[in-house]
């Protein structure tokens, strides 16, 4: 790929100098999190599948990141600015509940019973899966040694 050490060498510096600059600028980093967005939204529309792209994206995210590719600190400050502006994203669903106030009575009650209950189901089912998973893993793996 490299005819020469020199060439090397020009292009690893390179790639410091872009690692650096990113990692000092917030708005390189909330740029690169949109660009994985987009990379998942694209990668979603070529290969049709049923999942939104934002997910793709952070799969991919993750995939460079538990392979070492990425370091977090690359994006630690865009991230943080996500994080702390995360009510102007949600700012659409407050100014909905305004337009229904009935949420704010018993129906929202309800409903709140509702998303709680879901929720804790799918936590513990999730957990219970898991867990029987596992213990079958290691029962394979006991009659795996016991076969030796």
């Not at 106030?101 to 089912?125: C, H, N, Q, S, Y």
């Not at 079958?136 to 040694?145: P, T, V």
Request: with cysteine; glycine share 8%; proline share 3%.
């Amino acid at each position: 790929m490299f005819r020469t050490t020199k060439n090397f060498l020009s292009w690893r510096r390179q790639a410091v100098g872009w690692r650096r600059r990113v990692r000092s600028n917030a708005l390189l980093q909330i740029l690169l999190i949109l660009a994985f967005w987009q990379a998942g939204e694209a990668i979603v529309h070529l290969a049709g599948l049923p999942l939104p792209g934002v997910i793709a994206g952070l799969f991919l995210l993750l995939g460079l990141l538990l392979g070492k590719r990425f370091s977090p600190h690359t994006l630690r400050r865009g991230a943080q600015w996500f994080l702390s502006e995360l009510l102007l994203f949600l700012l659409p669903s407050v100014l909905s509940l305004l337009d229904h106030p009935e949420f704010l009575g018993l129906t929202g009650l309800k409903i709140l019973a509702a998303i709680l209950l879901g929720t804790l189901l799918v936590m513990v089912v999730t957990a219970l899966v898991v867990e029987l998973c596992y213990r079958w893993l290691l029962a394979a793996k006991g009659d795996l040694y016991a076969a030796r």
